[in-house]
């Protein structure tokens, strides 16, 4: 998992998920004030919150759940991306898929 160095990342309760025999994931953080390494989640999450979560209202963790997975729908299968030549991201991984 690569995140930035903020403060919810650093404390004992996040890091006991990539501690023990065998951890199931592996902490990578980015380097102090370099928003470029990370810019592909920065953007993402920029897109999420400003497209989609300030838009609606939002009661509790449940009804913020259906609003992420609504979210994940839409940007994965219906929303083209500009990197991806106007695609989505599933038309790119499908494409890929069968170029291989």
């Known amino acids: ?4 160095n903020g403060p919810c ?3 004992g309760t996040f890091a006991e998920a990539f501690t023990g025999d065998e951890p199931l994931l592996r902490h990578v ?4 004030r370099s928003p470029r390494t ?3 989640v920065e953007r993402f999450f920029g897109t999420l ?3 989609h979560l300030y838009r609606a209202i939002i009661g509790d963790g449940d009804a ?3 609003e992420i997975n609504l979210f994940r729908h839409t ?3 219906l929303r ?6 106007g695609r989505t991201p599933r038309q790119a991984y499908l494409t890929s898929r069968e170029s291989q």
């Not at 998992?1 to 930035?4: A, E, K, L, P, S």
């Not at 953080?29 to 102090?32: K, N």
């Not at 083209?80 to 030549?85: R, V, W």
Request: charged share 25%; no cysteine.
């Open 1 to 4: 998992m690569v995140t930035d």
């Open 9 to 11: 990342f650093r404390g």
């Open 29 to 32: 953080r980015t380097r102090v």
């Open 38 to 40: 990370n810019g592909v």
């Open 49 to 51: 919150k400003y497209e």
């Open 64 to 66: 913020l759940a259906v």
């Open 75 to 77: 940007y994965n299968t």
């Open 80 to 85: 083209p991306h500009q990197t991806l030549d």
